[in-house]
């Protein structure tokens, strides 16, 4: 019988083994299907780049990136739950069980997906058929040329006097080279219709024997080989003396029978500098005027390197012709401004310059949506046209507010019939497809919401939209991914810096909601604003734009990436859907009722961006060290005094931002105090952000017996921080100083720096810091509190654009040293030095922008001599007690046109008030003290211009 048991074993052994092997073989299965996914997301991605870069999407594509999106989905979550990190209660035996059932279900959830996608491999194949010939091109393009010229009067248009008579001149010029004119601007602002009016004008028809209209620019653009499409796309040429002379040919046939005339070739709404490279050559021979409309304000920049012949010495360009035979003009079309807006809404609809007084109000809440947009307008019109009624055809006011309201969504409902609105509507994706997702992600903020640059790259970063590329860090590629938005006009730049960074950003009120539709269709996001709508089977991202009492199915949101609350929501809702969304990368809670952190947030295991700005938060738990994949976490504005030492796990956190506000602030002082934090932060070596940290109050001993051993070692850390680009320091002592400067010293790529002394007592010398290793980068320096001495190392930096010193209180010879700092655009001084007189000379702060003076005790008069700041813009004084009499800082500069005055003496005041030159061009504005600091009450305004108004 034990023989028949032991013989019944052996035979099992071989099957045993079998089985062991392949257990044995999971890991390297799990990493080859894990290289498999990775691959799969690859070509998932490049699917939809191509597919978004379509125009038009049929439904049946519709239907297939839905379906490649959610596998995208299915891929993410599958990487993630093999990799994830975050710290286990068990080791061992308990742990190598963990991690091969990790293995086994991961290697079979991946075959499970690559299964789905092979069957559903007739989606992946339609990608082949993106790269085709657009044939069905928008109609929109094909109607450029007839609105150009549809337009009979030239009275009709309006607000584009000053343009027009500019782009005139630069065409009719006695010069014997010719124009390469581009004119860029938002969609639907008239760039068209303006180059249509230049080309009626009867001096340039004078000018020019031909005009050559490509007729579908767009489609050649779109094509692989552009050459070939442009060579035989359809133009239509006519002569401008015998206006209804006119013929339809082939580019390449014009280039060959305009050989000698002199002719203009208008390129509309052009998006590809590689036009340019492809048409150089004929240009180089035939030489005509060139005139561009554009949506890509850098268009212009970038084409010049396909047409700087001088360097084009081969490629069939002739020698003799081998040089820069085109003068490059730049015209940027602004919307119109408030008056022109009213004028050209009124003509068009009551055909007098002035609505009636009974709908006075709704009219210009209609307009303000419009944003200026002629092409917005005239769609608005042609919407009213249809619910007018009452005597004489008035409209009701009450249906104009009603309209008001809900402008975007009459527009996007196809009830403008003109075909005017499909023209604003189409999105132009094709040059756009790298950042296709970062402009859909705009939706999710509330309509006419400044947001902040910042905010909105860390948000594309938490969730993929962009990443690491080669050496270039990712968020240089997020700055160039704004820019490029700003560029194509699809954002409009908010406020800006007084050294020119754009620090907030906007989206047009239509285009805002055109994106926040098509990202509704495309199931991209689910906004929950004033509209009801039904929910989506499966939502990614969640926005939250008004207050809501009721929870929505918790089926919809488990696999939720983004949930962001722009307002309140009831309590229980929020904890409820919390409990739901165990998958989410975004959590935005701004929500001022909001006074503890929610204890779900520590199931979010995948969170690597979260946000409590605003809210009544005070303590943040231990428990925070389990968000192990955190990037970004926002305490700004908060009640948060300290921070856990559980965020020392936190291995992935790159922006760590909070203030400490005090809840009793001083006149005139900044109520940003720091929080206290745990010494050990050089553990975080991914950190780029880091502000604004306490050094701790409290001394403790340390075993060695040194009192100071624990607060000292915080300056101590940040030597380890060499990723750190911004850095905030409050509560310094004069014994920490030293060891602070070793430790910048360390810091190569520090671009902001900002130190708060604990008291005026305490003397800061930060002068011991070695300029050859100091960071090369430096570009904004904030310091608060008495230094011994202006130290040099802040001086040596070329990059430096903005200095701030608060009660430095250093000497008149001190202040002389400014002058080094010769790309300095912000100087802003606050009880920094003892002196009674300040000079600026014709050679130094040649490109200062603002200047800040406040609480100069003994100062009596500044004075500037002839040329000296010839770029500042803005000027602030305030509490300078016997600065009596106006300096010449006020006359002299000739761009200052705002000016800002705080608690200066009465006689000063009134000098200023009763000063014509001042009034005539400067904006001047006369306050009380708020809390705050210096730098938060003269943030410089921005005027946005109209086309007749010079920019402020």
Known sequence: MAEAIVSSLLKLIPDLLKLLKEEWDLGSEAKAELENLKDLIGAIGRFLKKANSKELIDEDLKASMKRMRKFLYDCEDAINDFVKRGNREWDGLCLYIYYHYNRRTFSSEAKSIRKMVQNYKTTLETSNTLSADHAKSSSACHQSLSIAFSVENDDELVGIETAKDQLVRWLTVNNSTPKMIFVHGAQGVGKTSLVGAVLRDQNVRRHFNRYVWIKDLRSCESVEDKAAALMKANVEIWNPKEEHSREILELGEVFRQLWNFKWALILDDAGSAHVFEFLRCFLAQTRPSVLVTTRDSSLASISSAFLDFRKAQSGGI??????????????????????????????????????????????????????????????????????????????????????????????????????????????????????????????????????????????????????????KPVQKIAEETIKKLIDHNLIQEGEKTSYGMVRTCKVHNLLHQIIISKSKDDEFAMIVADLEEEWPETIWRLSFHKKVDSMVDSTRVRRLRSLLFFKDVDTETRRELLGQVKRLNVL?????????????????????????????????????????????????????????????????????????????????????????????????????NLYLIKLNQVERCTSSGDIHGERLQLPEELRKLGNLRRLGISNLTSKDAGLLCSSIEKLKKLEVLRLIAATDAEVLDLSNVDMSKASSFLQRVHLTGNLATLPEWILSPTSLVKLVLKRSQLTEDSFRHLKKLYCLKHLELQQAFNVSTMTFEASEFQQLCFLGLDRFDKLRSIRVDEGALPNLESLSLARCELLTTEPQVIIRPKKLNYIKLRKMPDIFVIAMEFNEEVHKRMKVEIEEWESGGLEEVLKPRRKRAGRLQNPI
């Open 318 to 471: 002739p020698p003799d012709t081998a040089r820069n035979m085109y003068d490059f003009c730049n015209f940027k079309l602004d919307v119109l401004s408030e008056v022109y807006s009213s004028t050209l809404f009124c003509q068009k609809m009551f055909l007098v310059n002035d609505c009636p007084p009974v709908i006075k109000d709704a009219s210009k809440s209609i307009l303000e949506k419009c944003g200026g947009l002629p092409l917005a307008i005239l769609a608005t019109r042609n919407l009213l046209i249809g619910i007018q009624n009452g005597l004489n055809g008035t409209p009701q006011s009450v249906e104009w507010q009603k309209l008001s309201c809900r402008l975007g969504e009459e527009l996007l409902s196809k009830r403008d019939t003109s075909g005017l609105i499909q023209r604003m509507t189409t999105l132009r994706m094709d040059h756009l497809h790298d950042v296709h997702a970062c402009l859909f992600y705009l939706s999710i903020f509330p309509l006419d919401l400044d947001i902040r640059c910042s905010t909105l790259m860390w948000l594309w970063m938490a969730e993929r939209f962009i990443k690491q590329k080669g050496t």
């Open 588 to 688: 935005n809670l701004q929500a001022p009722t909001l006074i503890s952190f929610p204890e779900k947030i520590f199931s979010l295991i995948y969170l690597r961006y979260l946000s409590l700005r605003g809210t009544r938060v005070d303590h943040i738990p231990e428990n925070i060290e389990k968000l192990a994949y955190l990037e970004t976490l926002d305490l700004k504005d908060t009640r948060v005094s300290e921070l856990p030492n559980g965020i020392l796990k936190l291995k992935a956190l790159r922006h760590l931002l909070v203030n400490g506000i005090t809840l009793n602030p001083v006149e005139g002082i900044d109520p940003k105090v720091g929080v206290n934090a745990p010494s050990r932060l050089g553990d975080l070596t991914s950190l780029q």
